[in-house]
């Protein structure tokens, strides 16, 4: 039975969603100084309309929902797909203030994507938005990808039982240390350092390669959010092809490999346990599907003769394949190129790598390597079931952090997260291909965007039809939180209108 | 006969001389980024006309100098200007203040560059600055000022009610 939602389940929800949108109008401090440092005083002030919008939302929010309860599973989840809601429209502020959207509409596709760590965007004359815009657009991607509820712990929430539940509707489900506050530091530790890191050796990279000795650190900073949040957004919109630059895509693939690898395994490792790198079924799972699917793109693009020798295949088929795969969308080829020079199979194994997707518990999309091994271990589990004599007892394994009994509620609910994500991908195919758009394009188009991937076939434009910018932009916020929290979310709000029902005829 | 002929050719040169001739005969159309995109075989290793802005950073290598022209579509190219090519001196490349200079490049167009690894690219053989860049004005609007003043102050107020009783918070 359902319950009824109460008065005091709204002031929970609205509590916490108001400390979120709290840490969101202060990181909008961010790109504000950023633009007065490069004394873009016009953006400036766009970002600092932004910022006191935000804030007295969320003021006003924490003021009229003041609570001394805890959140529990349900209000956890509906705060989680909620906040990101908020943060996604006030977050949207600055893009049209800017004037580089057409509609607000737009704003929030933008926002959307860059929160999802997607990359897919409708800015219009990108080459030509401030210091500031770019930072937020980049520093959006990188929050977002350590998930934004995962930075209001860290600073505003303190470690309530409840604030792990909100994490948990975040899809960052691994819990690291028994204190949730200790998980959010941790997390932020890791992306701070890593962050540090990718700016300087980024930064030299692009002096190195010619770029502006004062812009270079952040030209570093940007690709290395975009890469290390598996974001795939770039400062310039030939997105890596700005660069002309060989290292600077090795170098951006590596933080974007890393990125995409689960917090787990990069806690296991900086705590000692190098070991777990070769043993973790995600890193099997990773391993064998990136194989697989360049062999792939390799025979779609020799039949086709589309590279001239074995160096610039490589340099532009694993750079391409590898992006999708830990579904980042950085891209060293022209959006089209997918279509008129890859062809349906280079699309088709380039889809599939999408679709796949990261990690659990990374910053990257799709189904996860973690539930393909799950999926695919139990196959073999029951194969060898079958070919067992009856009386025989057959258990799976996975090692996971450390070895898992492979039970069958563990196989279906990684089925089930599956089914979900190939549901999307569908519905959002049928939509392209209603609005006539070719059917490997539209696929690819779709799977881009429920995975949180990015790349594009040249079907996201600003001029696309209204309601495949909807359609997407459920599709992002439906893979990158996972479906449970979302669906929890509609689910509340149909009990919220039942109760006032029920409420009303009572009285 | 020979009259006629005489005639015939008199008029056949004045024709040529007075037909109106288009002012871009003789030159290559101007392609865009979307055009030698989409139609990457037909233009691949062809020579190309294209104009576009400078964008910020001109990457000077040790063969020569990569620069990105933005076309205004909200694409842009990468052109390569090789050291035996006469560069002429950019004044400004792009910026949230600047427009940087226009130029028209004639090149050869890659649809994958065998010398760059596959990318697609435009090698110039001449380039011209057709606009030198300007300053680009960003106007603070009054009405954005106001706009920050109210919700500052609002934000101000809603503050205040809410820290002026701390002990209402919510428990950690």
């Not at chain 1, 004037?99 to 596709?109: I, N």
């Not at chain 1, 932020?188 to 770029?211: D, E, F, H, K, M």
Request: net charge positive; with cysteine; aromatic share 10%.
């Amino acid at each position: 039975m359902i319950r009824r939602v109460w008065r005091e389940d709204f002031r929970i929800i609205g509590y916490y969603t108001g400390l979120v949108t709290i840490g969101v109008g202060l990181l909008m401090l961010v790109p504000m100084v950023t633009s007065l440092v490069f004394r873009e005083w016009a953006s400036a002030l766009d970002f600092a309309i932004s910022a006191a919008l935000t804030l007295l939302v969320g003021y006003v929010l924490v003021l009229i929902s003041r609570t001394k309860s805890t959140p529990g599973l349900t209000h956890a989840m509906v705060i989680a797909a909620g906040s990101w809601l908020v943060a996604m429209v006030l977050s949207g502020v600055p893009y049209m203030l800017s004037g580089h959207s057409e509609s607000f509409l737009d704003a929030c596709f933008d926002t959307m994507s860059g929160y999802t760590t997607t990359g897919i965007f409708l800015l219009q004359d990108l080459d030509h938005i401030s210091q500031g815009l770019n930072m937020w657009r980049h520093l959006l991607t990188y929050v977002g990808g350590q998930g934004i509820v995962v930075l209001a712990l860290t600073f505003l929430i303190g470690s309530t039982g409840g604030a792990f539940k909100i994490m948990v509707g975040e899809g960052k489900e691994e819990k690291l240390e028994p204190n949730v506050r200790h998980i959010a530091v941790l997390i932020w530790r890791i992306s701070l350092i890593y962050l540090g890191v990718g700016t300087v050796v980024l930064g030299v990279i692009a002096i190195a390669n010619g770029i502006k000795p004062y812009l270079a650190f952040f030209h570093g900073a940007y690709i290395f959010m975009s890469a290390w949040s598996t974001g795939g957004f770039a400062p310039y919109s030939q997105n890596m092809l700005y660069y002309h630059s060989s290292v600077m895509e090795i170098a951006s693939m590596v933080f974007f490999i890393l990125g995409s690898f689960n917090f787990a395994l990069h806690y296991a490792v900086w705590t000692g346990n190098r070991k777990e790198i070769l043993r973790n079924v995600e890193i099997v799972s990773f391993t064998i599907t990136v194989l697989t699917t360049f062999s792939l793109v390799c025979l779609a693009l020799m039949q086709r003769g589309v590279y001239p020798n074995a160096v610039a295949l490589f340099r532009r088929g694993f750079f391409q394949l590898v992006s999708g795969h830990t579904t980042t969308g950085q891209s060293n080829i022209y959006a089209r190129t997918f279509v008129r020079e890859w062809g349906p199979l280079g699309m088709l194994a380039t889809t599939i790598a999408m679709a796949i997707g990261a990690s659990a518990a990374s910053t990257g999309g799709g189904f996860k390597g973690l539930r393909m091994g799950i999926i695919v271990r139990g196959i073999a589990t029951d194969i060898r079931k079958l070919l067992s004599p009856e009386r025989a007892v057959v258990t799976g394994h996975y090692h996971h952090i450390r070895d898992n009994v492979l039970s069958d509620s563990v196989v279906k609910g990684a089925a089930v997260i599956v089914v979900l994500y190939v549901l999307i991908y569908v519905v959002g195919a049928i939509v392209g291909m209603a609005y006539g758009y070719p059917m490997a394009d539209a696929l690819f188009e779709s799977v881009s965007a429920s995975s949180n991937t990015g790349l594009s076939c040249g079907i996201t434009q600003a001029s696309m039809p209204t309601l495949m910018k909807i359609m997407y932009m459920l599709e992002m916020w439906m893979g990158r939180l996972e479906f449970l929290s979302v669906f929890t979310l509609f689910g509340f709000i149909a009990t919220s209108v039942r109760s006032m029902r029920l409420r009303k005829a009572a009285a | 006969m020979n009259r006629l002929c005489v005639v015939l050719t008199v008029m056949a040169l004045a024709v040529l001389i007075v037909a109106p001739v288009p002012a871009s005969a003789g030159q290559l159309p101007l392609s865009t980024t979307t055009e030698l995109v989409e139609g990457s075989y037909k233009w691949d290793g062809k020579t190309v006309s294209f104009k576009g802005e400078v964008l910020q950073d001109l990457m000077v290598r040790k063969d020569g100098t990569w620069m990105n022209l933005s076309d205004g579509n909200n694409t842009a190219m990468g052109v390569f200007v090789p050291k035996d090519v006469a560069m002429p001196v950019i004044s400004r490349t792009e910026d949230y203040r600047t427009v940087g200079d226009v130029v028209l490049i004639t090149g050869v167009f890659h649809r994958v560059c065998v010398q760059h690894e596959g990318e697609t690219d435009i090698h110039a053989v001449s380039v011209t600055v057709l606009t030198p860049g300007s300053t680009k004005a960003n106007p603070i609007h009054l009405d954005r000022v106001v706009w920050f003043v109210v919700l500052a102050g609002l934000l101000g107020l809603v503050m205040w009610l809410y820290y002026r009783k701390p002990g209402r918070g919510t428990e950690h």
